[in-house]
Each structure stands twice: as structure tokens, then as C-alpha cells.
């Protein structure tokens, strides 16, 4: 009998509790009589693990708080004064949507099997001190989030144990352009954790669901990069992408995920110098090249070319797969909209080459070096091959003998030197 009537209790107190925030006391103890006991700042609790746990509640974050102007029972819904042990907090009560995406997350998943590693809604709102995100006291305002996750993204132990990402994934996101922003920079506009993956329904990449699946990945990143999100839809690799090609890049594959840098900075794998390398991680793969039917070894063909060796001796103006096919825009070659169509490649080698007519244009910039296929650049390639070996050849025979010189005038000097000296 007992049993029946104390959920009906609980769920009379709830609703009483619901109904009364304006006339105070109505219904239950108020604020006042819980804080007789709680608000003694040295009532604390031994935990089964041994831990003492606080129960002293800090009024005045409390009154700030979002809920501060209701009475404890509006959550403790069955807290008396003085009162046994107490039920936990259910907030899905009055917040069902959170609670529901909340369920449905590797988080909350796992809380409601009773791990109490993953975080309940307290851990990241806080219990007792709860602020709208708006706030910027609130743990959950934007430039807090990261630190509201990293306080366990970056717990050795968790990484260990549940086989999260490492350490390294997670400081790199605060040294990268979206992590400076907010975090230096105080940019409320950039990329915080929730804004990728979600705030309640978090979910692994490799599930459809999950925000950060590669599906979703560049409506994701267009939130905030419309323009670029428009150019990259009506690419050869967005509408790859769109078709249900695995291969074809999303922003990710180019820019990385927590390690997004600036295009300025040298690091980014998007840099002048990085570009060729990030391209052909795909485009000087075999099996990618055979199952779309495209042409073979751009990287190395690339490398060959004048521009490919400029760059690799560090001449960051010279072209590099960007400058010719463009970035969020590429086409195939046979498109007449592609930079590298053959109408259009005076005007695109025109950026760097003024003088450049359609004549110059014609030459072959993916080398595929062999006396066959590219007679000049062969040659070139062979005369500078020896010409710089016999360089070097002559040089260390100069220090050589240089050497070897200064080795034999010592030599007579030597005891000349000690007749000097006395
Ligand atoms: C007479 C002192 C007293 C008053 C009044 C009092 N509490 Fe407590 N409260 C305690 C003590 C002692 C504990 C620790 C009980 C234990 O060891 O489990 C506690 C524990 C709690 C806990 C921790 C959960 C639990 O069951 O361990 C909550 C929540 C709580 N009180 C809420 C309230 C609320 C809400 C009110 C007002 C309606 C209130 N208390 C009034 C003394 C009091
Ligand atoms: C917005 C909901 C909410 C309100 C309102 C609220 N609490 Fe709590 N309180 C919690 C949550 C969540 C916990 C964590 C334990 C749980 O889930 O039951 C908690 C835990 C506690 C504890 C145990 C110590 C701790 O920090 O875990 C005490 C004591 C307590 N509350 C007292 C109070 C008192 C006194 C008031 C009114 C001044 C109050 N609470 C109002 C949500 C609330
Ligand atoms: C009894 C119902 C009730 C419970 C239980 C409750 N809340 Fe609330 N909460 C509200 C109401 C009502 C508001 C809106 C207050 C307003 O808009 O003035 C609110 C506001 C909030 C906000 C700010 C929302 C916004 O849009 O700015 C957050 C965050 C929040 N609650 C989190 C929690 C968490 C976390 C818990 C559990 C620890 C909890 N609430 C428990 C009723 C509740
Ligand atoms: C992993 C951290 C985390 C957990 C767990 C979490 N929240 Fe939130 N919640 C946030 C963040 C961050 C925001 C701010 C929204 C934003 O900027 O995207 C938020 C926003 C809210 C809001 C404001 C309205 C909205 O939906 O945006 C409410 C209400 C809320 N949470 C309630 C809850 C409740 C109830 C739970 C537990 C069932 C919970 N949250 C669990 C991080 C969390
Ligand atoms: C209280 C500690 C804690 C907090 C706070 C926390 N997490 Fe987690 N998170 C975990 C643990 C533990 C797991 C592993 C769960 C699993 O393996 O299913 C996890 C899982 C994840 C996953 C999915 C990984 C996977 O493979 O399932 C993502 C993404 C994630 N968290 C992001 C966040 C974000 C974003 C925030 C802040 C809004 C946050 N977490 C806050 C502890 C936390
Ligand atoms: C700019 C977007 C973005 C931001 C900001 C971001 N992440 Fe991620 N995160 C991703 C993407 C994309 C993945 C890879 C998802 C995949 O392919 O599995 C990822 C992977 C993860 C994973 C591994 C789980 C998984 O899905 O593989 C965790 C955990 C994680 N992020 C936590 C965080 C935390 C914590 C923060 C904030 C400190 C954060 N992330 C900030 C986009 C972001
Ligand atoms: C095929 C590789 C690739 C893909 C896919 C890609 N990017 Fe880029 N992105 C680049 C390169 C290369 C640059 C550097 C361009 C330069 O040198 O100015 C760049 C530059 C940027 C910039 C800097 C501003 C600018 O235009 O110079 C932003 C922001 C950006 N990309 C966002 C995105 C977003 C969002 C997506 C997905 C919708 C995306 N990128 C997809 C390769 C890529
Ligand atoms: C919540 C908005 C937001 C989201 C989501 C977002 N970004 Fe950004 N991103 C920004 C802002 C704001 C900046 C500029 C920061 C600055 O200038 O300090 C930026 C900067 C960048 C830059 C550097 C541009 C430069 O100047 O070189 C790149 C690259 C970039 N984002 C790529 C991405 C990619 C890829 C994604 C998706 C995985 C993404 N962003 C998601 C807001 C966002
Ligand atoms: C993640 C792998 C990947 C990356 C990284 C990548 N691509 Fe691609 N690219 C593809 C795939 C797959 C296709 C074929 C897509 C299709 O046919 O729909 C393609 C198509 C192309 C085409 C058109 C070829 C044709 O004949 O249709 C060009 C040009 C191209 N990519 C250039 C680039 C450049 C330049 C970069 C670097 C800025 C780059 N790609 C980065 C996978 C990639
Ligand atoms: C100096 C300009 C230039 C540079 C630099 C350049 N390309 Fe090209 N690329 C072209 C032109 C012109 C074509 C079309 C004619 C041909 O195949 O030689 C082409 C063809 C391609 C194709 C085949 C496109 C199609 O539709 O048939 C791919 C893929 C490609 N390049 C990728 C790359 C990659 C990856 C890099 C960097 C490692 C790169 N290119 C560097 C100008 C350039
Ligand atoms: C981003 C700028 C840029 C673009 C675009 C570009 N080049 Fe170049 N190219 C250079 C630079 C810099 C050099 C080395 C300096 C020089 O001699 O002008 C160079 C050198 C060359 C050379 C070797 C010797 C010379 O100076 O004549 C050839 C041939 C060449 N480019 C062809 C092309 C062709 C063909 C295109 C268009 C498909 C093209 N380039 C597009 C920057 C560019």
C-alpha cells in the first residue's frame, strides 16, 4: 500500500511544486527551511567510496541561478524538513526534449546503464548555480564549452578506457583556428565543441545519426562557411560526395577535424607547400585513380613538373595544384567551366604568367618524365642531374684538398711554432 501511494506523492509534490512558483510556500517546505540544515557550510556526507561529499548549498549562486527563484522541492520533489534519503533529480520532468536527445547519445546511453564516468545533465550545467547558455558565467556559454568537455576529453584514464581519441586530437584543438578564436580571441562565432557534435545527442562519427558523420560533414562546416559550401556542391568532389562516393573528400579529408589551421599557417595541411601532399592522398592512390577511371600519378607527375621542383625548394609562389584547378570549385578538365579547360588555361596560367599566349598554355605541366613523353624536361632534368653531381664532385675535392693543404703547411710550421714561442 505504501508502495502505491509514494509515486503518487511524489507526482502530487511535482506538480504542486510546478504550479507555485508565484505564492512562496504554498506547497512543501520552503527555500528557507532546507537552508536551516544546508546552508551550514561544514554538513557534508560519507560516500560508500569513503569520499565525503558537501551538502552545503551556496545560496547566493543559487537565487542567480535560472532556477533560483523556485523552492528546492521543484527538483527534490520529495525533500521534506528534516527528510530520509531523497530520490535523484530527474530534469527530463520539465525538460523532455533535452532528456530525449540526451537518451539517445553515447552519453546518456551509457548513464542510464549506471556509468557514472559519462556525464549526467548536472556535469555539464551544474546542479545548484544552473545559467541559461546565454550567460556568460554559464558553464554551457560558448566560450566555456570546451572547457566543460576537456575537463574529461582530456582525462588520461577515460581516453584509456572507453578507446577515445588521444590527447594529442584534443590539445590540438585548442591551438587550432576555431579553438584560438574563442579561446584568445574571445570569438563567439567560431567553432566550439557543440557546434560539430551536438550538445545532448552525441554520437561517434561512424553512426548515421551522429553530427559529425561524413554525410553531414559540409552542411555541418556551411553553417558558418555558407560560400564556400555553395562552391564545393556544384564541384566534382561535392557532387561525388552527394552521388555516394566514399573517396570523395569532404572538408575534413582536406582540412583535418580538430586540427583546422589558417591557410597562412605553414602547419595546415592546406598551406601552398602542404597542398600537393593533401591531394594526393587520393590522387596518387592506384585503386582510386583505377575505380574512377582518372588519370594516374598526379603528385609525382606534379613533382617532375618545373613548378613541382620550385616548390619542393621552398618557392611558395610557384603553382600548386590549387592554383590550377581551383579549391572549393574543381571540375574536370573536360568541363568548360574548369580552370584547366583547355580554353580556359591561358587565363588561369595568365595569374602568374602575364605574357603567357595559348601557345604557352599548351605545354605539359602533369610530367610524366621520360625521353618519350616530355623530350625537354628530360633533358633539362638530365643536364641539371649532372651538372649539379659533377658540382658537388668538384667541391669536395676543393675542400679536400683545401684541407689537405692547410694539413701539410701545419705540418712544417709545427716546429717552427714552438721556436717562436720561446
Ligand atoms: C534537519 C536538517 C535538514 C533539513 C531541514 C534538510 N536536510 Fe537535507 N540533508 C540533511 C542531512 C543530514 C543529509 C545527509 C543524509 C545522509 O547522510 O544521507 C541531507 C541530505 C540531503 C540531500 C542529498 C541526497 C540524499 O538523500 O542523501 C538532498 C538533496 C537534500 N538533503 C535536500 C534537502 C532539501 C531540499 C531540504 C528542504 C526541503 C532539506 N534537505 C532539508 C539534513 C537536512
Ligand atoms: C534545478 C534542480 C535543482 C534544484 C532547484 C535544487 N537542486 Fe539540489 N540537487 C540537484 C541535483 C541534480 C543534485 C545531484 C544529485 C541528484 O541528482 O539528485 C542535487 C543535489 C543536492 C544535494 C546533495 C549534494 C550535492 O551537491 O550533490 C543537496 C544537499 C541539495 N541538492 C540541496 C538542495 C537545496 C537545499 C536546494 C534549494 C536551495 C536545492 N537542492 C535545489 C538539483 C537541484
Ligand atoms: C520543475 C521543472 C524543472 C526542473 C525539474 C528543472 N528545470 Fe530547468 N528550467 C525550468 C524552467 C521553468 C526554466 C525556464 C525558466 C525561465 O525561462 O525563466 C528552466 C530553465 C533551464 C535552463 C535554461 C534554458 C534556457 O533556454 O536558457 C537550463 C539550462 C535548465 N533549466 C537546466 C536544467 C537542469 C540541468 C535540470 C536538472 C538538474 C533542470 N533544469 C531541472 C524548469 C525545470
Ligand atoms: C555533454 C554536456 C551536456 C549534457 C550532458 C547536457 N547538456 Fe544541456 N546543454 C549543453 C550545452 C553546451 C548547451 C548550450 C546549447 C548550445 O550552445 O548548443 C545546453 C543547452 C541546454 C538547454 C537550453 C535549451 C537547449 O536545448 O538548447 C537545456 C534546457 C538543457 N541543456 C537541459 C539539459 C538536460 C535536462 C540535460 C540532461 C537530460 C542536459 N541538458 C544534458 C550541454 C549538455
Ligand atoms: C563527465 C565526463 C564527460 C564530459 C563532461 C563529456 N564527455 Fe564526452 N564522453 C565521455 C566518455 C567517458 C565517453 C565514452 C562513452 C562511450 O564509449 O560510449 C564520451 C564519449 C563522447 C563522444 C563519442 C565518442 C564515442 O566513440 O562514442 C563524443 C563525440 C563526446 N564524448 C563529445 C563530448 C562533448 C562535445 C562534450 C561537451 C559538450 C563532452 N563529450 C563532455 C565523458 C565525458
Ligand atoms: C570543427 C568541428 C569540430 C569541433 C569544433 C570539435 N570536433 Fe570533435 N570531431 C569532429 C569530427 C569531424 C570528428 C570525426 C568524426 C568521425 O569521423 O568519426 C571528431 C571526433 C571527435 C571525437 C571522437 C569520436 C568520434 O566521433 O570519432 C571526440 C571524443 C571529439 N571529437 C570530441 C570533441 C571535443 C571535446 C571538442 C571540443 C573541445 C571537439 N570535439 C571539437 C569535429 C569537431
Ligand atoms: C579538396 C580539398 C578541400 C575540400 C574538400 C575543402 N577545402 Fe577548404 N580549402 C582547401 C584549400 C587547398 C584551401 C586553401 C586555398 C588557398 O590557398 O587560398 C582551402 C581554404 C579554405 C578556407 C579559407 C578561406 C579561403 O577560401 O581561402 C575555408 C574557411 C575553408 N577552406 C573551408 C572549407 C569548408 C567549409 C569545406 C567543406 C564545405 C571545405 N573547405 C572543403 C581545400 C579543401
Ligand atoms: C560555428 C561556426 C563555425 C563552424 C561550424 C565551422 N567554422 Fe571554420 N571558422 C569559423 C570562424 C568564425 C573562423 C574565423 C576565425 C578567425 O578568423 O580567427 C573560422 C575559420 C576557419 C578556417 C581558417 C580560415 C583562414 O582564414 O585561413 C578554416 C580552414 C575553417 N574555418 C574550416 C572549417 C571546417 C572544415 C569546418 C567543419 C569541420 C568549420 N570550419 C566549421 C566558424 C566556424
Ligand atoms: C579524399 C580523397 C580526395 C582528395 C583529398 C582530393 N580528391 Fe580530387 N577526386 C577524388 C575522387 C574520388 C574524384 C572522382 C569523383 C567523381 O568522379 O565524382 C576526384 C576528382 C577530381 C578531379 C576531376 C577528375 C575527373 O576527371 O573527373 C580533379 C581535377 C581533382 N579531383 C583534383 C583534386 C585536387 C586539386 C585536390 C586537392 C586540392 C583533390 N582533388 C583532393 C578524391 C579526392
Ligand atoms: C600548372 C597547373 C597545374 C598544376 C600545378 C596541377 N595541375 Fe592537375 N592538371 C592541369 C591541367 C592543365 C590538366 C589537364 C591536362 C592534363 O591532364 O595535363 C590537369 C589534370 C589533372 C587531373 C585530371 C583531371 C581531368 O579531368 O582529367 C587531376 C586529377 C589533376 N590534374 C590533379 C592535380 C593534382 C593532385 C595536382 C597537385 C599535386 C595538380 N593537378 C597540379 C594543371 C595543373
Ligand atoms: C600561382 C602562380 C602560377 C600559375 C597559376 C602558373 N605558374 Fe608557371 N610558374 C610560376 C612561377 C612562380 C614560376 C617560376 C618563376 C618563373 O620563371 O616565372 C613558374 C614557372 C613555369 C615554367 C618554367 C619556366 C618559365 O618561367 O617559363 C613553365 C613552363 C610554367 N610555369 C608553365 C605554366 C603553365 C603552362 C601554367 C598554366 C597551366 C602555369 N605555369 C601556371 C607560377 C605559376
Known amino acids: 500500500m505504501k508502495r502505491m501511494t509514494r509515486p503518487f506523492l511524489a507526482a502530487a509534490l511535482a506538480a504542486a511544486a510546478l504550479f507555485s512558483t508565484v505564492p512562496a510556500g504554498a506547497a512543501g517546505p520552503g527555500i528557507g527551511e532546507c537552508m536551516d540544515c544546508h546552508g551550514d557550510k561544514t554538513i557534508e556526507k560519507t560516500l560508500p567510496n569513503g569520499q565525503a561529499l558537501s551538502l552545503h548549498v551556496d545560496l547566493r549562486a543559487y537565487r542567480s541561478s535560472v532556477h533560483g527563484k523556485d523552492s528546492c522541492v521543484t527538483c527534490h520533489s520529495d525533500a ?52 541559461r547558455p546565454k550567460d556568460p558565467e554559464a558553464r554551457t556559454f560558448r566560450l566555456n564549452i570546451a572547457a566543460t568537455c576537456l575537463r574529461c576529453h582530456k582525462d588520461q584514464a577515460l581516453e584509456q578506457k572507453y578507446n577515445l581519441p588521444d590527447q594529442k586530437a584534443m590539445v590540438a584543438y585548442e591551438r587550432s583556428v576555431h579553438g584560438m578564436a574563442s579561446k584568445k580571441a574571445g570569438l563567439t562565432g567560431s567553432a566550439v565543441c557543440v557546434d560539430c557534435h551536438g550538445n545532448h545527442e552525441i554520437l561517434p562519427g561512424d553512426q548515421p545519426r551522429s553530427a559529425t558523420n561524413r554525410q553531414k560533414i559540409p552542411t555541418m562546416c556551411g553553417k558558418c562557411h555558407p560560400g564556400i559550401l555553395e562552391k564545393y556542391e556544384k564541384s566534382v568532389h561535392g557532387k561525388g560526395m552527394r552521388a555516394g562516393i566514399a573517396e570523395s573528400p569532404v572538408c575534413t579529408d582536406c582540412h583535418g577535424e580538430h586540427t583546422i589551421a589558417r591557410v597562412s599557417d605553414p602547419s595546415s595541411s592546406v598551406s601552398s607547400r602542404n597542398i600537393p601532399k ?54 574536370p578538365a573536360s568541363d568548360p567551366a574548369s580552370t584547366v579547360n583547355k580554353a580556359n588555361l591561358p587565363k588561369t596560367c595568365g595569374k602568374c604568367h602575364p605574357n603567357a599566349g595559348p601557345n604557352f598554355a599548351k605545354g605539359d605541366v602533369h610530367v610524366e618524365v621520360s625521353p618519350g613523353k616530355a623530350m625537354g624536361v628530360f633533358a633539362v632534368r638530365l643536364f641539371y642531374t649532372i651538372f649539379i653531381s659533377a658540382l658537388v664532385i668538384l667541391f669536395v675535392l676543393h675542400v679536400g684538398l683545401e684541407l689537405y693543404g692547410r694539413w701539410n703547411r701545419r705540418k712544417e710550421n709545427g716546429t717552427g711554432g714552438k721556436e717562436g714561442r720561446s
Request: hydrophobic letters at 30%.
Open 80 to 131: 521534506k524538513a528534516p527528510h530520509e534519503k531523497l530520490a535523484k533529480v530527474v530534469c527530463g520532468r520539465c525538460h523532455g526534449d533535452a532528456a530525449k536527445s540526451y537518451s539517445m547519445s553515447s552519453h546518456g546511453i551509457l548513464r542510464a546503464k549506471g556509468v557514472t564516468d559519462v556525464p549526467a545533465c548536472y556535469d555539464c550545467h551544474g546542479k545548484h548555480d544552473i545559467r
Open 278 to 331: 593533401t591531394c594526393s592522398g587520393c590522387h596518387e592512390k592506384e585503386s582510386i585513380s583505377t575505380r574512377y577511371a582518372l588519370p594516374k600519378n598526379r603528385f609525382s607527375s606534379y613533382m617532375d613538373s618545373f613548378h613541382g621542383i620550385a616548390l619542393e625548394y621552398g618557392m611558395t609562389k610557384v603553382a600548386n595544384c590549387a592554383s590550377c584547378h581551383g579549391v572549393h570549385d574543381i571540375l
